[in-house]
């Protein structure tokens, strides 16, 4: 394949189905048509189903086995506090890193977990958690543009606890900002254009029901957002559309994940409470694991033995014994049962449902050199459930101000020129990308 320029488009959250709905129903007409000049398909995410996991596969083509990340934090060994994942905790090298040892430069603009920006040829804007604006711009002399546009790495997320039609506001504030600065950096010089519009799981989460029922009051706030981020993709495709058909450039647009309703949320440490596995004195954030304890959860569905060396408190060690008590929690969570009045063609009844599909041993999900930090299970939700850690819960089941919730089928891809090969899973978009450039395909 001979070398060409790469366009990258990434819509966090953003599922097949919703795309397509949302260009059938005239809200993404630009999207739309590529749509049908791609002949998008459906890819499968990593688990758990975050963001921090999914670009990262994504982008390095390796697993959490190969990268190290398992989710938005990782316990801290010796201690019980949890450590946030930044880009200096990712054990793989992503396509620009490998774009800059090819002598290649790079545009990355918001992608999830690249704080603190790190030098590249070329330029970044770090993405979701963006601490400090002058540590997630690269080269520095970057910054006193981006105050002077207003940029913000997120818009005011805690708003949507109490009033979404605010958030929504303010997420189309910060998008607009963001897609001015996306379309400026069009013009600089680079062989690798990635940019990941992080708003979409925004209005996904907070605001799920109204993409799809037009009576919801927030329906109009939320799809605006979306003709926001189409009108971005058809000056894109205005902009690099002919240099595409071309041939001397690709475009890939492509999601982490899909999104779904949410039925319940599921609060696991309540449940491993309830079974006798947990033992917690006082109340969080003061909280107090007891030594009794033989398992704790993490977000989002990752469960850890109380180990010996890993916890402060541990004596779970390796053999038989932890073995069983794996098997005895899996087999338990399978089991877990959530009741719900529907309504149906005879009217209301009850229906008993399971919100775990899966569960997966840690060390059978996952491979690589960095698997021996992988939970000891790994939950995998069914739709319309939303796994959670969810120690400072009353109960295992409840809502939030949520209303939507990742799921890992079904995530939005498309290339033009069209690929003869459409990867199923979501670390093969990595060798798509990486041809794209005449670079090396993941190990």
Not at 20 to 46: D, E, I, K
Not at 178 to 204: C, H, M, P, Y
Not at 299 to 305: A, V
Request: with cysteine; hydrophobic share 40%.
């Amino acid at each position: 394949m001979v070398p060409r320029r790469l366009i990258f488009l990434g819509l966090d959250g953003v599922g097949l189905d919703l795309a397509s709905s949302l260009a059938q129903r005239g809200v993404m007409p630009n999207l739309g048509r590529l749509l049908q000049q791609g002949r998008a398909w459906a890819t499968a995410s990593p688990l758990p189903e975050v963001s921090p996991v999914c670009w990262t596969s994504m982008f390095s083509g390796q697993g959490p086995g190969g990268h190290g990340i398992f989710g938005f934090a990782s316990p801290a060994p010796g201690t019980y506090r949890i450590t946030p994942c930044d880009s200096t905790m990712v054990r793989a090298p992503r396509i620009w890193e490998l774009a800059d040892q090819a002598g290649l430069s790079s545009v990355v603009l918001n992608v999830p977990l690249t704080y603190p920006a790190k030098p590249l040829r070329g330029s970044m804007v770090s993405g979701f958690v963006t601490l400090d604006l002058a540590k997630g711009v690269h080269p520095p002399e970057l910054l006193p543009k981006l105050q002077a546009m207003g940029y913000r790495p997120e818009a005011e997320l805690d708003t949507g606890r109490e009033d979404k039609a605010a958030l929504l506001a303010d997420v189309a504030q910060a998008i607009a900002v963001r897609l001015k600065l996306f379309e400026q950096t069009w013009e600089d010089s680079w062989d690798l254009w990635v940019g990941v519009i992080a708003d979409t799981d925004r209005v996904n989460h907070f605001a799920w029901p109204a993409l799809w029922e037009p009576e919801n009051e927030l329906a109009q706030a939320a799809r605006d957002i979306y003709r926001q981020v189409d009108g971005h993709v058809g000056r894109l495709w205005q902009r690099f559309g002919d240099e595409v058909q071309a041939g001397e450039a690709a475009l890939m647009i492509a999601a982490d994940h899909s999104f779904g309703p949410i039925v319940s949320e599921v609060y696991l440490n309540q449940w491993l409470i309830s079974e006798g596995y947990l033992a917690v004195e006082g109340n969080p954030p003061n909280e107090r694991i007891l030594p009794a304890t033989q398992a704790l959860a993490l977000d989002p569905g990752r469960i850890y033995l109380h180990r010996a060396g890993l916890f402060p408190g541990g004596s779970i060690t390796p053999g038989p014994e932890a073995e069983a008590l794996l098997q005895e929690i899996a087999g338990k969570l399978k089991a877990l049962r959530f009741t719900r009045l529907t309504q149906g063609p005879g009217g209301p009844k009850l229906e008993s449902e399971a919100p775990v599909a899966r569960v997966h041993l840690g060390r059978e999900l996952y491979s690589g050199p960095e698997a021996g930090l992988a939970p000891d299970l790994v939950a995998e939700p069914a739709h319309g459930y939303s796994l959670r850690g969810g120690l400072d819960r009353a109960g295992v089941f409840g809502l939030s101000h949520l209303s939507g919730t990742h799921r890992p089928q079904g995530g939005l891809a498309l290339m033009l020129p069209e690929p003869m090969d459409k990867p199923q899973e979501l670390t093969g978009l990595f060798d798509l990308m990486s041809g794209t450039l005449g670079l090396e395909p993941a190990a």
